[in-house]
T-cell receptor, first 117, second 111 residues
């Protein structure tokens, strides 16, 4: 079974440009999460999809970030325009639907390293 | 944000058991304890999770105290490839499904 995949693995862009990151979750996983680690900081939650719906986007830093999951399969995270402080590693994770009181084991992708110059 | 406390770093001799502690004194009754690790700059790798009972899988064992306020991840025979940052995570159930990673424990396995 294929794991969570992310594309690209690395992206180097100029400040002010636009970048789109893609995440393909494990097949059949309805939960999809985005996290990121900026330089020297902890891994932080960005947002959570259940199928195509945004369940929680409390971690999105500002309106330059737009996440979509049309059709409930893969997801994209667009940063427009990119700023220097957006540099970091962006991780995607997925998990199957779970019931109240059940575990939610999230499986992470390898991440996309974004460098904004 | 993180509901867990871990030592910042630990060393372990190759071939010996690595015991990584975690305090989660404010854990609620239905909150699971998860362990992940991050090797170098790879994505976090799931290791194990538990609720009340001790758990074991092919990677590790998880010992949870009876009062559930702390737990220990045990790597029975540490190898050099186990050198990583280990995260103990308790998801805050009333604030969505996000994981708070904290700073973790940097485990170094010494030859």
């Amino acid at each position: 079974e294929a794991g969570v995949t992310q594309f690209p693995s690395h992206s180097v862009i100029e400040k002010g440009q636009t970048v789109t990151l893609r995440c393909d979750p494990i097949s059949g996983h309805d939960n999809l999460y985005w996290y990121r680690r900026v330089m020297g900081k902890e891994i932080k939650f960005l947002l959570h999809f259940v199928k195509e719906s945004k369940q929680d986007e409390s971690g999105m830093p500002n309106n330059r970030f737009l996440a979509e999951r049309t059709g409930g399969t893969y997801s994209t995270l667009k940063v427009q325009p990119a700023e220097l402080e957006d540099s970091g590693v962006y991780f995607c994770a997925s998990s199957p639907l779970f019931g109240q009181g059940s575990a939610d084991t999230q499986y992470f992708g390898p991440g996309t390293r974004l460098t904004v110059l | 944000d993180a509901k867990t406390t871990q030592p910042p770093s630990m060393d372990c001799a190759e071939g010996r058991a690595a015991n990584l502690p975690c305090n989660h004194s404010t854990i609620s009754g239905n909150e699971y304890v998860y362990w992940y690790r991050q090797i170098h700059s790879q994505g976090p790798q799931y290791i194990i999770h538990g609720l009340k009972n001790n758990e074991t899988n092919e990677m590790a064992s998880l010992i949870i105290t009876e009062d559930r306020k702390s737990s220990t991840l045990i790597l029975p025979h540490a190898t050099l490839r186990d050198t990583a940052v280990y995260y103990c995570i308790v998801r805050v159930s009333n604030t969505g499904n996000q994981f708070y990673f904290g700073t973790g424990t940097s485990l170094t396995v010494i030859p």
